[in-house]
Nanobody
Framework: QVQLVESGGGLVQAGGSLRLSCAAS????????MGWYRQAPGKQRERVAI???????NYADSVKGRFTISRDSARRTVYLQMNSLKYEDTAVYYC??????????WGQGTQVTVSS
């Protein structure tokens, strides 16, 4: 059984920083892409950042220059360093892992709240 365990969410003031972590465990055919998505109240889930097995990164325009995604493939862990946080970054953040054969896994979500 595959599990994605997220950590690092919390409450922070605007302008502050948080670092999210997500560790994958269980039987996963080789991981291709790891990423972070978020969903704010009343809004659809949106992609925040993804990183491929080759290290290519893609960010949502709203977080470019403020967030950095990284991964430790040996530990099957993905990180999201979030700096200069804004009120509008408040959301539940979900970790996602996509295997090379298209298996799609999601974490349980971690709340990030930015106070203005």
């Amino acid at each position: 059984q595959v599990q994605l365990v997220e950590s690092g969410g919390g409450l922070v003031q605007a302008g502050g920083s948080l670092r999210l972590s997500c560790a994958a465990s269980g039987s996963i055919v080789r991981i291709n892409t790891m990423g972070w998505y978020r969903q704010a109240p009343g809004k659809q889930r949106e992609r925040v950042a993804i990183i491929t097995s080759g290290g290519n990164r893609n960010y949502a325009d709203s977080v470019k220059g403020r967030f950095t995604i990284s991964r430790d493939s040996a530990r099957r862990t993905v990180y999201l360093q979030m700096n200069s946080l804004k009120y509008e970054d408040t959301a539940v953040y979900y970790c996602n892992v996509l295997s090379i054969i298209g298996d799609d896994y999601w974490g349980q979500g971690t709340q990030v709240t930015v106070s203005s």
